[in-house]
C-alpha cells in the first residue's frame, strides 16, 4: 500500500480502523488526528462544531477535524447531541455556513451511508427525467445487506417504498434486472458448484448468442442471485463454452441502460473495487470533475472498501488517488476529500 500514497503522506497506522485520519498531513492540510487519545465524546464534538459555526467566519478547518476523525455512527450521535444542546439540527446550521461542493460532501458525511443513498436513488427519481445510471451504479453494486438497509433508509426518510418507486420509473428489461437486484437475495457463500456454473454458462449462452433475441430471465436470476465466487467461476466456464468473454456477449446482444446493468454486475462480481476506482478515474479525467460521483463513492466506501479501491487505483493508473485527487479539486472542498482518503 505505501506506494500510493504521495510523499508528503505518511501513513503512521492501520488504513482500515474504524476512526479515519490518523496521519501527518502537510502544513496546509487539517489533521484529523489530534483528538484520537481523548477518545470519543459527542458533547465535546458537537460544541466544537457549534464555535467553528458561531460569529463572523466559519472554521471549516475545525469542521472537517472533527467530522473525520470519527465513523459514520459517531457522526450520529453528534448530531443527536448537537440537536440536544442547540434545539436545532446540525445539516441546518451547516447548510446556512457552507456552499458548493464542500458544503455537499460536509453533509453526505452527516448521512449514514445507506440514508445518502436513499437520498441519492430519489434524487435519480425525482423530477421529469430518471438517472438510470446512478440508479444502476448503487443498486447492483450492493450486498444483500447494504440493499436491505438502503430499503429501510428510503421508507424512513421519504415514506415510500424504494421497489415501488423504481418500478413507477423505470420500465421494460431494466426494471426486471433491478427488482430483481432489490429483491437482496443474491447468494452469499464462498463455495463454488463446478456443475452449477457449467449448467449456468450453457444457460446464458442459449439466452443470449446461442440464438436470436437475448432472453434476459437466464441473466437476471445468475446474475443477480449467484454469489461472486460461483459467478467468476460461471464467467470462465462461459468464456469455454463460447469462445468468447461475457462482456463480449453482453455488449453484442444488449444495449442502453440494460447493458449498463449487466456489465455493472459483471464487474462487481470480478472486482468491485476496480469498478469503483475506473468510476473514479473517470470522475476526474477530461474537462471537467464531476464533483457528485467523487463525493458518493469516497463517503460511501469509506468505511467499507476505499481502502481496496485506493490500491487498484494506484496499480491501474500508476498514481495515487490522493494525487488524483489533490490535482483536480480545491480549497476545503479538496481537504476533506484528502482527509477521508487518509
Not at 459555526?53 to 476523525?69: M, P
Not at 467468476?232 to 449498463?260: H, M, N, P
Amino acid at each position: 500500500m505505501g506506494s500510493s500514497h504521495s510523499k508528503s503522506y505518511r501513513l503512521t497506522e492501520d488504513i482500515r480502523k474504524p476512526t479515519v485520519g490518523t496521519t501527518s498531513l502537510s502544513a496546509d492540510e487539517p489533521s484529523t488526528n489530534k483528538h484520537h487519545r481523548h477518545g470519543f465524546d459527542a458533547d465535546r464534538d458537537a460544541k466544537k462544531i457549534h464555535s467553528a459555526c458561531k460569529g463572523a467566519g466559519t472554521d471549516e478547518k475545525k469542521i472537517i477535524e472533527v467530522l473525520l476523525s470519527r465513523t459514520s455512527e459517531q457522526r450520529q450521535q453528534i448530531k443527536q447531541k448537537y440537536k440536544a444542546l442547540y434545539s436545532k439540527d446540525l445539516e441546518e446550521d451547516l447548510k446556512g455556513d457552507l456552499s458548493g461542493n464542500f458544503e455537499k460532501a460536509v453533509l453526505a458525511l452527516l448521512d449514514l451511508p445507506c440514508e445518502y443513498e436513499a437520498r441519492e436513488l430519489q434524487r435519480a427519481m425525482k423530477g421529469a427525467g430518471t438517472d438510470e445510471s446512478l440508479l444502476i451504479e448503487i443498486l447492483c453494486t450492493r450486498n444483500n445487506k447494504e440493499i436491505v438497509n438502503i430499503k429501510e433508509a428510503y421508507k424512513r426518510l421519504f415514506d415510500r417504498d424504494l421497489e415501488s418507486d423504481v418500478k413507477s420509473d423505470t420500465s421494460g428489461s431494466l426494471q426486471k434486472i433491478l427488482v430483481t437486484v432489490l429483491e437482496a437475495t443474491r447468494d452469499e457463500t464462498q463455495q463454488v458448484n463446478a456443475e452449477l456454473a457449467e449448467q449456468d454458462a450453457t444457460d446464458l449462452y442459449k439466452a443470449g448468442e446461442g440464438r436470436w433475441g437475448t432472453e434476459e430471465l437466464a441473466f437476471n436470476v445468475v446474475l443477480a442471485k449467484r454469489s461472486y465466487s460461483q459467478l467468476r467461476a460461471t464467467f470462465q466456464a462461459y468464456e469455454k463454452v463460447c469462445g468468447k468473454d461475457i462482456e463480449e456477449s453482453i455488449k453484442s446482444e444488449t444495449s442502453g441502460d440494460l447493458e449498463k446493468a449487466y456489465l455493472t454486475l459483471v464487474s462487481c462480481a470480478k472486482d468491485c473495487p476496480g469498478y469503483f476506482a475506473t468510476l473514479l478515474h473517470k470522475s476526474m479525467k477530461g474537462g471537467g470533475t464531476d464533483e457528485k460521483t467523487l463525493i458518493r463513492i469516497l463517503v460511501t466506501r469509506a468505511e467499507s472498501d476505499l481502502p481496496a479501491i485506493k490500491e487498484k487505483f494506484q496499480q491501474m493508473y500508476k498514481k495515487s488517488l490522493a494525487e488524483a485527487v489533490r490535482s483536480d479539486t480545491s480549497g476545503d472542498f479538496r481537504k476533506l476529500l484528502l482527509a477521508l482518503l487518509h
